[in-house]
């Protein structure tokens, strides 16, 4: 079974941080990491058929358009059984309020820790098979 983790942030280099980050995992095959640059880009790739089974989505909150916390409950419309953690360089009480009352499982901090991030990711991997 091939397994997908969908990372949307609007900064240009956030997909090679991830792909460097991951990139043992990446080329082991054990899941696949695609990357949408919009929250809109990400709607649309959520609603179309996808080969692989969606394990989880990380979202930044503040991208320009539609934010990460008005994107959420779209996609809990759309994928009510999809994890989602969003990410934000604003650690603050109010935006994790914001994020777990809109439906996020979780919310990390910039800069990202990947230890904790790859348990997550191994977590979902474990609960796919």
Do not use: C, H, W
Not at 2 to 31: C, H, I, K, N
Request: charged share 30%; aromatic share 4%; glycine share 6%.
């Amino acid at each position: 079974m091939s397994v997908l983790v969908l990372v949307v942030d609007d900064e240009p280099d956030v997909d090679a941080l991830f792909r460097q980050q991951f990139r043992r995992d990446l080329r082991a095959q054990r899941f696949i990491m695609d990357f949408a640059a919009s929250a809109a880009d990400a709607l649309t790739r959520i609603a179309r058929p996808i080969e692989q089974t969606l394990i989880l989505i990380l979202s930044d909150i503040n991208m320009p358009g539609m934010t990460g916390l008005e994107m959420l409950p779209k996609v809990r419309e759309m994928r009510p059984d999809v994890p989602i953690i969003m990410i934000t360089a604003y650690g603050d009480p109010e935006t994790k309020r914001k994020a777990i009352e809109g439906g996020a499982t979780g919310l990390l901090t910039k800069p990202i820790d990947f230890t904790l991030l790859r348990e997550e990711i191994d977590t979902r991997l474990g609960q796919a098979s």
